[in-house]
């Protein structure tokens, strides 16, 4: 007597697939695993030793690719972000205005290009357009030195703070 099992996968897409499964494939799919376990545990376990939490890892991972194989799949890729965040105040040599010398450096070459011919709107426009990238960028790179001087400001007084409440339980009071 043979049974039929239905599996349910959800794809990366949120898609619902519904395909049917007999128990002769279960069993094939479970060998195929198995065998797939074997040969790739012996070449980790030569290579290095891994914990057993890593082993149950690298077997279910086996026995999943196995699965999809006998089905003519293939698992689906993952792609991996990393995020910088930069913590603290950084080099100390680093040049803010360096993007808003750039654009002024942009703007003084194609002014000279032109010279003293009549400039076309376009022309204008561009010249326009970074002058005006020029001087939203000296803001920016302003307003980054302010805060970093208020940040060192703030941890200067910190440091010259008499002794308080904060320094006896290590907390700080937002009063």
């Known amino acids: 007597m043979m049974r039929i099992g239905f599996l349910f996968c959800v794809a990366s897409s949120a898609a619902m697939s519904f395909q049917p499964r007999t128990a002769s494939s279960r069993r094939d799919t479970l060998l195929a695993g198995a065998a797939a376990f074997l040969t790739t545990g012996s070449a980790a376990f030569a290579e290095e030793t891994l914990s057993p939490a890593q082993q149950k890892i690298a077997a279910a991972k086996a026995a999943s690719e196995a699965k999809l194989a006998g089905r003519g799949l293939k698992t689906p890729e993952t792609k991996t972000l990393s995020i ?92």
């Open 84 to 175: 910088g965040i930069p913590l603290g105040g950084g080099s100390s040599t680093q040049d803010y205005f360096a993007e808003a010398n750039e654009l002024k450096e942009k703007r003084q070459e194609l002014e000279e290009k032109i010279g003293n011919r009549k400039k076309t709107k376009s022309q204008s426009a561009q010249i326009e357009t970074l002058r005006l990238m020029e001087k939203k960028a000296r803001g920016q790179a302003q307003e980054a030195l302010n805060r970093q001087a208020e940040i060192a400001a703030a941890k200067e007084a910190e440091k010259n703070a008499p002794p308080g409440l904060e320094k006896i339980i290590g907390l700080r009071l937002p009063f």
